[in-house]
């Protein structure tokens, strides 16, 4: 779990990342496009999410076989003032078997029941985000992306 620098990442965008619990992720198999939701906990420092999901799940074999991802993070409401949400891609890899035990940790600490589940950790290394925020006026908008090495 490489850090990185926060200083070029929004505050709302990290706030809104850490209070939400649920990702929609969309994928790309040979059959075409597929999005899942899953559960998901978040890393500021590394501007990362990571989840837990079956090696055989649709979403599961088609991150396996390209790594780009995209989705959202959104919360439901019924007045466009109060639209907040996550646009994002992401490069999608399974753990590294050295941060295994750091990343459960984490993934447990948000999700106890995870404790009594055993399937792989996958992390979504956040590129870019765009975040849409109407209660700050219509169309506000946070953006983020990662900056090469």
Request: charged residues 15%; proline residues 3%.
């Amino acid at each position: 779990m490489d850090n990185i620098s926060q200083a070029n990442v929004p505050q709302a965008i990290v706030d809104y990342l850490s209070a939400q619990h649920v990702l929609t992720l969309c994928t790309q198999d040979p059959a075409g496009l597929w999005c899942a939701s899953c559960f998901y906990v978040f890393d500021a420092a590394t501007m990362c999410c990571y989840l837990m999901t079956a090696d055989n799940s649709r979403h599961t074999q088609a991150m396996l076989a390209n790594a780009q991802v995209a989705g959202t993070i959104a919360e439901q409401t019924e007045s466009v003032l109060h639209i907040q949400g996550i646009q994002y891609t992401a490069l999608a890899a399974k753990v590294a078997e050295a941060e295994i035990a750091a990343v459960k940790v984490l993934y447990c600490q948000r999700f106890p029941i995870a404790k009594l589940k055993s399937a792989p950790l996958w992390q979504l290394q956040l590129q870019t985000v765009k975040m849409v925020d109407n209660r700050l006026g219509f169309g506000k908008k946070h953006r983020w992306q990662r900056q090469p090495l």
